[in-house]
């Protein structure tokens, strides 16, 4: 009977055994089903909040397109204006090089005329002389004119232009 109580012992201790490993193991499930139901209800709130970003990235794809057809649509207007200024800088250029060239041609010219031009400078100044002689004699005239009025019933003597 040995063999028998002992397999006795050996059957209750298995049970113990086999009571202890299950409720180890329900322990460890029921732990289990709370870290579990906590990565679920992070995993609805990640959900929640990636919704929510992909709200905002979407509308944030949206204005940046929006702003890179304005950023186009300005770029091509500026590159009007910048051609534009471009033919004015051109213009200017071909302007300085118009205005060197009849500067170059009149230098030349008055080179060529400088006797000619020396000529009219001196008939100008003989010009202006004989303006100032004519000036001054028409203010002698006049002074002369008033200093001499006739009395009263007397004649003027015919004069010859001689004094």
Not at 32 to 53: C, D, I, P, R
Not at 54 to 73: F, P, R, Y
Not at 97 to 114: C, D, F, K, M
Not at 122 to 134: D, H, S, T
Request: hydrophobic share 40%; with cysteine.
């Amino acid at each position: 009977m040995d063999w028998q109580i002992l397999l006795y012992v050996a059957a209750i201790v298995a049970a113990i055994g086999f009571l202890i490993l299950c409720v180890a193991l329900a322990m460890t499930l029921n732990s289990l089903k709370n870290t579990l139901k906590e990565v679920s209800g992070t995993v609805a709130g990640l959900e929640n909040q990636l919704q929510g970003v992909t709200l905002e990235t979407t509308n944030l794809l949206h204005k940046t397109n929006e702003l890179a057809e304005d950023i186009q649509v300005k770029s091509e207007k500026l590159n009007g204006v910048v051609d534009a200024v471009k033919g004015v800088g051109n213009s200017v250029t071909d302007l300085n090089s118009t205005v060197r060239s009849i500067t170059s041609r009149v230098g030349v010219q008055v080179e060529q005329n400088e006797e000619k031009i020396a000529q009219v400078v001196q008939w100008g100044n003989v010009f202006m002389g004989i303006r100032e002689k004519w000036n001054e004699r028409k203010i002698y005239e006049a002074q002369t004119n008033a200093t001499q009025t006739p009395v009263p019933g007397q004649k003027k003597l015919p004069h010859n232009g001689q004094y």
